[in-house]
């Protein structure tokens, strides 16, 4: 089954799992005129800690380490028809062509309050903009990653510090997943810019497609790359000129469901 999920806010539309491909032209508007992404092999840190996630209907979603058995990506990859759970099947690792590591998750933890929340009919999703930035979800896994591949670290501090960050190295983040057009090979959009941080969402101009959904944002500071946020939604081609691109701050955790701040308070504590 295909699904568009929407975002209800600021007119965007999410950019999930199985979405419609869009055409050449309507790409050429989403990537704000030029298509800025470049292959990037998974097995460059941090990018070896990204991977792409398939879920039991067989939507694609995109998500990142951030311990061994543990990823974080987007909580509407996971919506399934009557607001059930379409839970993960498969995390797959240092994907590149036919090569890849296949994880097996063991959990797929979303809030219930989220899910219940979003507003469709379970093939077209609305979610609306309170629980916007709450669209963050986690998978564990059975087993750990490879020592190679290096969890990232999360950004610790609040949206304050997190604004002064960005500020500091000129607004210019990473962003990089599997979208649908490549959906085998690592795409990643360096040195894109930041239009601002409010409200924990990241207002963003890297070039992202469906499949993206999930994927990180990180940003350099101090000879570290460190995760400051999860894609979550771009708008559609008609709507670009009103509507940025959107990532979940990872500073939203502190305002997570119960769920969630213990599920990645477990990580942290390790």
């Known amino acids: ?8 806010l600021v007119l965007s539309a999410c950019m999930a799992d199985f979405a419609h491909a869009q055409t050449a032209a309507q790409q050429k508007i989403l990537f704000f005129g030029k298509d800025n992404r470049v292959y990037t092999s998974p097995a460059r840190s941090p990018w070896n800690a990204v991977g792409r996630i398939e879920t039991a209907s067989g ?15 987007a909580a509407h990859c996971f919506a399934g028809v009557g607001h059930r759970l379409d839970p993960a099947i498969v995390f797959s690792l240092a994907l590149d062509g036919k090569k ?13 309050d989220f899910m219940q929340k979003l507003i ?32 990232v670290g999360l950004f610790s501090g609040d949206q304050k510090m997190l604004s002064d960050a960005i500020a500091a190295q000129h607004h210019l ?19 894109c810019r ?16 469906a499949g993206d959904s999930g994927s990180p944002i990180f940003l350099k500071q101090g000879g570290q790359i460190e995760l400051i946020g999860i894609q979550s939604s771009a708008p559609d081609p ?11 701050a990872v500073t939203a955790i502190a305002k997570m ?9 477990q990580v942290l504590s390790k």
């Not at 990473?174 to 990643?188: A, C, I, K």
């Not at 008609?238 to 979940?248: K, L, T």
């Not at 469901?257 to 308070?265: E, I, T």
């Open 1 to 8: 089954m295909k699904k568009l999920i929407s975002l209800f």
């Open 100 to 112: 890849r590591i296949e994880l097996m998750p063991e959990k797929t933890i979303v809030s219930r």
């Open 238 to 248: 008609e709507n670009r000129q009103r509507a940025n691109n959107i990532a979940v």
């Open 59 to 73: 939507s694609i979603c995109t998500g990142t380490l951030i311990s061994p058995t543990v990823v974080i990506t």
């Open 173 to 191: 983040i990473s962003q990089g997943g599997y979208p649908t057009d490549h959906e085998d090979r690592l795409m990643v959009h360096n040195d």
């Open 120 to 151: 469709g009919d379970g093939v077209s999703w609305s979610i609306p903009p309170q629980i916007a930035n709450q669209d963050m979800a986690l998978v564990t896994l059975r087993d750990p990653a490879p020592i190679e591949h290096t969890p």
């Open 257 to 265: 469901p119960v769920v969630l701040r213990q599920a990645v308070g």
């Open 194 to 209: 930041v239009v601002r941080v409010i409200n924990h969402l990241i207002e963003h101009h890297c070039d992202t497609l």
